[in-house]
């Protein structure tokens, strides 16, 4: 670890991006991959701060922003925010909630957790966009959706019977 520390070993760093962001100034809802697992998080918050134009790679196409990258005086600096560990539910929560309903909380706690950050933290962000709510779609209605719409092949893929399918369920907002 000191020598790790003192800059004498690379060190690779392993983002898994949860969050997408669109132009850096808002946060798509979470994909629930990493939560899973019910361990705790890491949460790293990324900024671009730029002098006087935004080079988020969808803003241009990728042959401008390549040459604009090698040729602009101007600088940009990317500046990683480690926040505080965020602590999964606990084996009681799990054994008296569900599996998937404490990864659903989890994934919204955290994406929570990083829209507070970047309000803070991000000079560019949308505020507006942050104080919306986000529809999270659990994946088992995903696939009821899904077999609604496409019909008796997707319902056998899905292992549907016909009363799971057309059962309502609340779509939940945070």
């Known amino acids: 670890m000191r020598s790790i520390n003192e800059g004498r070993e690379k060190v690779s760093l392993v983002v898994y991006p949860e969050g997408t962001t669109c ?3 808002v ?5 629930h991959g990493a ?3 019910l361990v705790p998080l890491h949460p790293l918050l990324v900024v671009l701060e730029y002098s006087y134009l935004d080079i988020a790679y969808d803003v241009f196409s990728w042959q401008w922003w390549t040459i ?15 926040l505080p560990a965020i602590q999964p539910p606990t084996e009681e929560e799990v054994a008296r909630k569900g599996a998937h309903e404490c990864v659903r909380e989890y ?7 990083m829209r507070e950050a970047i309000a803070k933290l991000n000079p560019h962000a949308d505020l507006e966009h942050l104080q919306k709510r986000d529809v999270i779609v659990s994946p088992t209605l995903r696939g009821k959706l899904t077999a609604r719409l496409y019909g008796p092949v997707m319902q056998r893929h899905y292992e549907l019977t016909d009363a799971e399918v057309h059962k309502t369920e609340e779509v939940v907002f945070h």
């Open 23 to 25: 132009k850096g100034s």
């Open 27 to 31: 946060l798509l809802p979470f994909k």
């Open 35 to 37: 939560f899973g697992a």
């Open 68 to 82: 604009h990258a090698c040729c602009s005086p101007a600088s940009v600096r990317l500046i990683a925010y480690w």
């Open 107 to 113: 994934a919204i706690y955290a994406n929570r957790v």
